[in-house]
């Protein structure tokens, strides 16, 4: 081959490998700012004033965005696997023990409808579920979290794995600190993450074994006759409304009063005891518990790479026409 042809040769390949990356690239941007931009511009729009209207019905609303992008995100893929009804063949992962509490998946529903009417079959229920949760932090008082879109929905429920990957309460710390490390979470993030704990309530169920048979000596004398009264019973019912507030100060607000509260023993949960007593937590728990402004920053940070978790993104999943049903069962 002359020289002259090898040139072309080289330049033609070349020029074929740039293409093919760019195609691919084209075909798959993954996720970006404003994915939406052109395909439905009031997409993000929508979503906001939606939440803020559902927030303004119903307070708690804002506690199940939280709630939600940690269930999704953290097991195995941001793929809005967590709502979906369970089937003949499958479990839903909200319908296991772990997501015992989880609720308000039917206002999910009233948002896609809203999305879905501007911009038929568009927009993912996985970024809706991501973009929800961005704006009821804001509800909450938290801080604007910028979040990237483009995710597509996933098909199937990860119920069979869901404890592989979602710490429990009762879990020790060095678990935590393990499995939000594998998704790319510090232990500053870890502890940010947690601070979630400062607003809503925990059920009596969750709580029990720390006051029956007998009171768990680490919690502040001062917080157990408030707890008692709210959980009288040793073997509460699940169905029945018996709860604790996880911060008696600002029950409905994002804040860092629950640094304060868990650092003085009045953390509802084992692990938020641990976390503030553990030699690799506590150091950043002192440090929130001074600052409002690095807690949200942490938060931000660990929030952003939750919701950055194995994406489904390009041509993989698919975009639910309803989000608690995958289309093939539509």
Not at 34 to 57: G, S
Not at 184 to 193: D, E, F, K, Q, R
Request: charge should be neutral; hydrophobic fraction near 35%.
């Amino acid at each position: 081959m002359g020289s002259k042809a090898l040139f072309f040769f080289v330049l033609f390949s070349l020029s074929a490998l740039s293409f093919s990356a760019f195609a691919e690239n084209e075909e798959d941007p993954g996720l970006v700012m404003n994915f939406y931009k052109d395909t439905c511009p009031q997409a993000e729009d929508i979503i906001t004033e939606q939440v803020k209207l559902l927030y303004k019905r119903h307070k708690n609303t804002a506690f199940s965005w939280l709630r939600n992008i940690f269930h999704d995100c953290a097991v195995e893929s941001c793929d809005a696997s967590l709502l979906l009804d369970s089937t003949r063949r499958s479990l839903s992962e909200k319908e296991t023990d772990r997501s015992f509490g989880l609720r308000n998946f039917r206002y999910l529903d009233t948002i896609k409808e809203a999305v879905e009417r501007e911009c038929p079959e568009v927009v993912s229920c996985s970024d809706i579920l991501v973009l929800s949760a961005r704006d009821g932090i804001v509800a909450l008082g938290g801080p604007y979290i910028p979040l990237k879109t483009g995710r597509r929905d996933g098909r199937r429920s990860r119920a069979d794995v869901l404890e592989q990957y979602l710490p429990d309460h009762n879990e020790s710390i060095s678990v935590v600190l393990e499995r939000f490390g594998a998704m790319g979470i510090n232990t500053p993030g870890v502890v940010a993450l947690l601070g979630a704990h400062s607003v809503g309530r925990t059920h009596c169920v969750k709580l029990v074994h720390r006051l029956y048979p007998e009171v768990d000596p680490e919690i502040n004398p001062d917080h157990i006759e408030h707890m008692l009264h709210k959980c009288p019973d040793p073997i509460p019912d699940p169905k029945a409304v018996q709860y604790v507030r996880n911060d008696r100060g600002t029950p409905m607000k994002l804040d860092n009063n629950y640094y304060r509260n868990i650092l003085d023993n009045k953390g509802l949960l084992i692990v938020d005891h641990q976390l503030a007593h553990d030699k690799r937590t506590k150091p950043y728990v002192k440090k929130m518990a001074k600052s409002q402004d690095y807690f949200f920053k942490e938060f931000g940070k660990a929030i952003t790479i939750l919701s950055e978790n194995n994406p489904l993104t390009g041509t993989k999943g698919e975009i639910r026409k309803q989000c608690n049903v995958a289309n093939k069962h539509h």
